[in-house]
């Protein structure tokens, strides 16, 4: 089966009705062609073929009822999609992966579909627009008789392939897309003699020169529009004044000249920017039903200490051992490993930033766990340690962040984050763009930290309220866990200092000569032995106390 013949069939089934296949013509004439589905199948794909060889050759994904280009002719859609023009990283945040993926030109210009029941015109417009906004997609690609390039075929701009990178089977709920939030405020379209010019714009001189001057050329003519236009938003523009500039921008670098949809595009653009914009300043107001009705349910990594979008702490004494902890619990949550002695629903892809220890101390760890680990090939797979150079900026990391979409995110450590010293309002911004991150991203993190030094007040700082800097970072993590090695002691003792969806207790740990760590359990219903001349149980060499409290 070809990759078009396979095409075909996710997107219409076995359903009837009329293939949308209009080609356009080395001389940019269009040309409109109907086949009635499945009877004139085999006739849809010789046309394809035999017109890709010299035009390019465009797919309606929907089947209409009548051979007519409107949304009123629309029948069905068994499809949802979207398409990316020019994107560079793409994060699915909490929307499932699409079933088939179509690269038009470059690896950045992909149509991207879901096999949904059939969905009417205005449910399939109502989702697509949504995840276009929700993933900042192409603005022009969300429309109901929107046609796109099939595989198997040339797109001549280019003269490029065009081809299928990759096809499931599956099948998705509209509730699936839920968390890509309802676009309530419709378009605002404006017209050429409304638009205003730059020169009356209130814009910084940065801003300025990328509306003026700045010129960019396919592949990024898009992202360069879409970006800009977040630039304008956020600076507070309203949607005509946005649109102006846009305007300014589309005359230089030439994505949408030409096109009787020019204003409409950008309009679009315009529309997706502020949407954001007002949905980061949204306050979200549910009533007690709608809580508990509400589609998505908390999915632990570790259970009852860490959520898909959680955040853990990990502080204890300096030298301790917390990095060797968590590299220990980084391996055994990409192996999909039991955490603490807690079950593991499945592998995770793990990132671990480490901020405190180059690649050559890491080395020493690494070879140490790795005699244990060896056995597990997804350690190595869904392992990515990423070292940042002394000038790389927060920015830079969340690109790679995006690169690798983990599932979990380890940060070694939270003190590595500050600029300076750790003052409260310090606390408030590295705390805010962790919670940014976790959300944006669709990631758990793991963050090691410290306690505050022992004094001749507080010799044994292992409470709470003994994190170093400020009491944010306890009063914004659902897990706060402390190592502690007491001194004459063998062993470690992890403090559960809080959890809100978990006891408070403390687990006593053995540290291996690998460099791993095994929960020392207590032992149940053993025969204790009375000494009688004392009435207490003998000591045993080799033996640890344990302190479940």
Same mark, same amino acid.
């Given at each position: 089966?070809?990759?078009?013949?396979?095409?075909?069939?996710?997107?219409?089934?076995?359903?009837?009705?009329?293939?949308?296949?209009?080609?356009?013509?080395?001389?940019?004439?269009?040309?409109?062609?109907?086949?009635?589905? $499945?009877?004139?199948?085999?006739?849809? %794909?010789?046309?394809?073929?035999?017109?890709?060889?010299?035009?390019?050759?465009?797919?309606?994904?929907?089947?209409?009822?009548?051979?007519?280009?409107?949304?009123?002719?629309?029948?069905?859609?068994?499809?949802?999609?979207?398409?990316?023009?020019?994107?560079?990283?793409?994060?699915?945040?909490?929307? $499932?992966?699409?079933? @088939?993926?179509?690269?038009?030109?470059?690896?950045?210009?992909?149509?991207?579909?879901?096999?949904?029941?059939?969905?009417? @015109?205005?449910?399939?417009?109502?989702?697509?627009?949504?995840?276009?906004?929700?993933?900042? !997609?192409?603005?022009?690609?969300?429309?109901?008789?929107?046609?796109?390039?099939?595989?198997?075929?040339?797109?001549?701009?280019?003269? %490029?392939?065009?081809?299928?990178?990759?096809?499931?089977?599956?099948?998705?709920?509209?509730?699936?897309?839920?968390?890509?939030?309802?676009?309530?405020?419709?378009?605002?379209?404006?017209?050429?003699?409304?638009?205003?010019?730059?020169?009356?714009?209130?814009?910084?001189?940065?801003?300025?020169?990328?509306?003026?001057?700045?010129?960019?050329?396919?592949?990024?003519?898009?992202?360069?529009?879409?970006?800009?236009?977040?630039?304008? !938003?956020?600076?507070?523009?309203?949607?005509?004044?946005?649109?102006?500039?846009?305007?300014?921008?589309? !005359?230089?670098?030439?994505?949408?000249?030409?096109?009787?949809?020019?204003?409409?595009?950008?309009? /679009?653009?315009?529309?997706?920017?502020?949407?954001?914009?007002?949905?980061?300043?949204?306050?979200?107001?549910?009533?007690?039903?709608?809580?508990?009705?509400?589609?998505?349910?908390?999915?632990?990594?570790?259970?009852?200490?860490?959520?898909?979008?959680?955040?853990?702490?990990?502080?204890?004494? $300096? =030298? %301790?051992?917390?990095?060797?902890?968590?590299?220990?619990?980084?391996?055994?949550?990409? !192996?999909?490993?039991?955490? #603490? =002695?807690?079950?593991?629903?499945?592998?995770?892809?793990? @990132?671990?930033?480490?901020?405190?220890?180059?690649? %050559?101390?890491?080395?020493?760890?690494?070879?140490?766990?790795?005699?244990?680990?060896?056995?597990?090939?997804?350690?190595?797979?869904?392992?990515?340690?990423?070292?940042?150079?002394?000038?790389?900026?927060?920015?830079?990391?969340?690109?790679?962040?995006?690169?690798?979409?983990?599932?979990?995110?380890?940060?070694?450590?939270?003190?590595?984050?500050?600029?300076?010293?750790?003052?409260?309002?310090?606390?408030?911004?590295?705390?805010?763009?962790?919670?940014?991150?976790?959300?944006?991203?669709?990631?758990?993190?793991?963050?090691?930290?410290?306690?505050?030094?022992?004094?001749?007040?507080?010799?044994? $700082?292992?409470?709470?309220?003994?994190?170093?800097?400020?009491?944010?970072?306890?009063?914004?993590?659902?897990?706060?866990?402390?190592?502690?090695?007491? /001194?004459?002691?063998?062993?470690? /003792?992890?403090?559960?200092?809080? @959890?809100?969806?978990?006891?408070?207790?403390?687990?006593?740990?053995?540290?291996?000569?690998? #460099?791993?760590?095994?929960?020392?359990?207590?032992?149940?219903?053993?025969?204790?032995?009375?000494?009688?001349?004392?009435?207490? /149980?003998?000591?045993?060499? =080799?033996?640890?106390?344990?302190?479940?409290?």
């Amino acid at each position: 089966m070809t990759d078009l013949i396979r095409h075909l069939d996710f997107l219409f089934k076995e359903d009837l009705g009329y293939v949308y296949a209009p080609i356009k013509k080395p001389s940019q004439e269009w040309r409109q062609q109907w086949f009635g589905w $499945p009877v004139e199948k085999e006739a849809l %794909v010789d046309w394809i073929i035999t017109e890709s060889l010299e035009s390019d050759v465009y797919l309606g994904p929907v089947l209409y009822k009548e051979k007519k280009v409107s949304k009123d002719s629309i029948s069905h859609s068994n499809v949802v999609w979207i398409e990316f023009d020019g994107k560079e990283d793409i994060n699915w945040q909490k929307l $499932p992966e699409p079933d @088939a993926i179509i690269q038009t030109s470059t690896s950045t210009h992909l149509h991207c579909f879901w096999s949904m029941d059939a969905l009417s @015109a205005d449910s399939l417009e109502d989702i697509n627009r949504r995840i276009t906004y929700y993933l900042e !997609a192409d603005s022009s690609g969300w429309d109901s008789t929107q046609v796109l390039r099939p595989p198997n075929t040339i797109n001549y701009k280019h003269n %490029v392939p065009v081809r299928s990178v990759k096809h499931l089977v599956g099948l998705h709920s509209p509730n699936e897309f839920d968390p890509a939030p309802n676009i309530e405020k419709p378009v605002e379209t404006y017209t050429y003699n409304s638009l205003l010019p730059v020169s009356i714009i209130k814009l910084d001189p940065k801003l300025l020169n990328r509306v003026t001057k700045e010129v960019v050329k396919h592949p990024h003519r898009s992202e360069f529009l879409m970006a800009t236009g977040y630039l304008l !938003a956020e600076s507070g523009l309203s949607g005509l004044e946005i649109v102006s500039c846009l305007y300014e921008i589309d !005359a230089r670098i030439k994505k949408f000249v030409g096109r009787a949809d020019q204003l409409r595009r950008l309009s /679009e653009i315009a529309s997706i920017a502020l949407f954001k914009v007002e949905r980061a300043s949204y306050i979200s107001v549910y009533s007690p039903r709608e809580i508990i009705s509400h589609v998505t349910e908390l999915v632990w990594v570790i259970p009852n200490l860490l959520h898909t979008t959680g955040m853990l702490i990990l502080s204890g004494q $300096p =030298g %301790v051992g917390k990095t060797q902890l968590t590299f220990d619990w980084a391996y055994r949550l990409a !192996a999909g490993l039991p955490v #603490l =002695g807690l079950e593991i629903a499945r592998p995770q892809k793990v @990132a671990f930033l480490t901020l405190e220890m180059d690649v %050559v101390e890491l080395k020493y760890i690494f070879k140490h766990q790795a005699v244990e680990f060896k056995e597990h090939g997804l350690w190595n797979e869904n392992l990515f340690v990423i070292s940042p150079d002394l000038d790389s900026d927060m920015r830079a990391f969340e690109k790679t962040l995006i690169k690798i979409n983990p599932d979990v995110l380890i940060i070694d450590s939270i003190s590595e984050l500050a600029t300076g010293d750790m003052t409260e309002s310090e606390a408030k911004t590295i705390m805010a763009w962790m919670k940014k991150i976790r959300k944006m991203y669709d990631i758990a993190i793991i963050a090691i930290h410290h306690n505050r030094k022992a004094s001749d007040t507080n010799k044994k $700082p292992r409470k709470l309220g003994d994190l170093y800097g400020s009491f944010v970072f306890a009063k914004n993590s659902e897990t706060v866990l402390s190592l502690w090695h007491e /001194e004459g002691r063998t062993g470690l /003792e992890l403090d559960i200092l809080k @959890a809100r969806f978990s006891e408070r207790k403390t687990i006593n740990l053995l540290r291996t000569s690998h #460099l791993t760590f095994d929960v020392n359990t207590p032992q149940t219903n053993k025969e204790v032995i009375i000494d009688v001349s004392t009435g207490s /149980e003998p000591a045993k060499s =080799g033996t640890i106390a344990l302190n479940f409290d």
